[in-house]
């Protein structure tokens, strides 16, 4: 089971976080909607450390991710753009997954 969690405070996303592997289709060795879950998620990582050059937010782990920023810094509309193209993009791709994945927005 893959668990996704997003971080709302004031109404803007300041974080997420990815754990788990899904464990869809385990018997034949390719769990696509793990690697969609990942892909989606390393999107972000990629945006905010790459492109946004926002350095050490994220923790990566085998079946962990977890991107967390300061609320000022993620309040950026660049920021939120990308935070919610994740979320809806990781909505889609857990729909009807519920044996699989989980996802939830949390306010903190």
């Keep these: 089971m893959t668990n ?3 971080y709302k405070k004031n109404d803007k996303i300041i974080g997420f976080e990815v754990f788990g592997h899904a464990g869809k289709n385990r018997r034949n060795g390719h769990d696509l ?3 969609e879950i990942s892909t989606v998620s390393q999107l972000a990582v990629v945006g905010i450390d790459e492109v946004a050059g926002i350095k050490k937010c994220y923790k990566i782990e085998d079946g962990y ?7 000022h810094v993620a309040s950026n509309e660049k920021i939120q753009f990308l935070f919610e193209t994740c979320l809806q993009s990781l909505k889609s791709i857990v729909y009807d997954e519920e044996k699989y994945a989980k ?3 949390k306010n903190v």
């Excluded at 991710?65 to 609320?71: A, F, N, T, W």
Aim: net charge negative; with cysteine; glycine share 0%.
């Design 65 to 71: 991710l977890k991107i967390m920023l300061d609320e």
């Design 4 to 6: 996704i969690t997003f």
């Design 33 to 35: 909607l793990c690697c």
């Design 103 to 105: 996802l939830e927005v």
